[in-house]
């Protein structure tokens, strides 16, 4: 069974690899047949509604290759972040190799730019509740799911051209 302390550990360094742009290494982290989910909604069924983000391990890579590999213009300059993590939990898995951890996040987003670019040098914060479906594969935990609830997901996201 993962314990809280372990689980805390775990997200911390994945906030990190996200916070210092290591996109290739924070995608390491996912197995094979990973989903990462920011819904709208998060009580309905993700392929019946409308999602910010809705991304099977293949469209996962194909975020963080645009990311690390192209010329973004939404990200260029790119966005800073801090993330913090907290009120870690942890439940049973499905089976013996996996385990249900929830936890609260806060993300500081800043994304420098030119004088008169709307949205640009100016601080945001987002609040989420995040759910993650940890499953070990070869002696190392990694994410099955990774659900980010945003507080204000039925709001009008500017921008969010960075990953959550």
């Not at 890579?61 to 300059?77: F, K």
């Amino acid at each position: 069974m993962l314990s809280v302390e372990e689980a805390q550990r775990f997200l911390v360094a994945e906030a990190r690899l996200l916070d210092e742009r290591r996109f290739e290494e924070w995608e390491q982290l996912f197995t094979d047949d990973a989903v990462y989910w920011v819904p709208m909604d998060p009580d309905r069924d993700p392929q019946q509604t409308v999602s910010i983000v809705y991304d099977d391990r293949r469209r996962l890579h194909e975020r963080v290759y645009r990311l690390t590999r192209t010329p973004v213009l939404d990200q260029n300059p790119p966005s800073r972040t801090v993330r913090l993590v907290g009120n870690v939990e942890v439940g049973p898995g499905e089976g013996p190799e996996e385990a249900q951890v929830r936890c609260n996040q806060l993300i500081a987003e800043m994304r420098p730019g030119g004088p008169g670019q709307a949205g640009l040098n100016n601080p945001r914060w987002l609040a989420a509740r995040c759910e993650y479906r940890l499953r070990r594969v070869d002696g190392s935990w990694r994410i099955a799911l990774k659900k980010v609830v945003l507080l204000d997901a039925d709001q009008p996201q500017y921008n969010l051209s960075f990953i959550p």
